[in-house]
DNA sequence: TGCCTGATCGGCT
DNA sequence: GCCGATCAGGCAC
């Protein structure tokens, strides 16, 4: 098990973003670990991507997104959460969207945070994920690359298959963009 | 203060 | 595949 570094998200999204794939995210929470592997992810970026938050500008709710590379970016859209990690430096402001996880620990937390039985339910969507495992607006910003986080990203040294890229889903704009990555044939990615 | 929008989900057809 | 729920953030007034 390595705690991902600094270095691994100071780096492009669009390289980052790949590399995330197979990787473990740990939520440490009072009743024990909440864990899932990242099976989906979703690349955006500074310059010209209409569909980043950072497009028009910094704002009190996107401010994660202006900050330093490995610490979370979390905002609510309808009435969920969604989970971002912080790609390259202060100033440019580019993310990685965690869409979906196969679950590992804590299967009977998640189940009782999502009210639902079904392995396949608890984690497939960006807004699920956050639900099952307990992540909220609490800890926007925080830092992911310290071994006290909260919140980990892990390389258990699992190796992937295939790699399947595609355009972006559920926005409005810029969709045609080859940006979003997720593990081919995983039951968990979304639809 | 009020109106509009949306990186979603779940239920229904 | 379509649609409604439901709410925080952003912006105009």
Known sequence: MKLLGYEFYNRNPLEVA???LGKVLIHRT???????????????LADKDE????FKGQTPRNKSLFGEAGHTY??????????????QGIGIPTSVLI?????????????????RDKL???TSGPGKLTQALNITKRLDGIN?????????????????EDIVTSGRIGISKAKEAEYRFFIKNNLFVSR
């Not at 569909?51 to 950072?54: D, F, R």
């Not at 959460?81 to 790609?87: A, F, I, R, S």
């Open 51 to 54: 569909a980043s938050h950072a």
């Open 30 to 44: 009072r009743e024990g670990e909440i864990s899932g592997r990242i099976v989906e992810v979703e690349a955006y």
């Open 18 to 20: 790949p590399d995330l």
């Open 74 to 87: 979390i905002y609510s859209i309808h009435n969920h959460y969604c989970l971002d990690v912080v790609t």
């Open 99 to 115: 869409r979906a996880l196969e679950p590992l620990e804590g299967i009977e937390i998640m189940k009782k945070l999502r009210s």
């Open 120 to 122: 396949v339910e608890l």
């Open 144 to 160: 992911l690359v310290s071994e006290k986080s909260e919140l980990l990203i892990v390389d258990d040294q699992y190796k992937i």
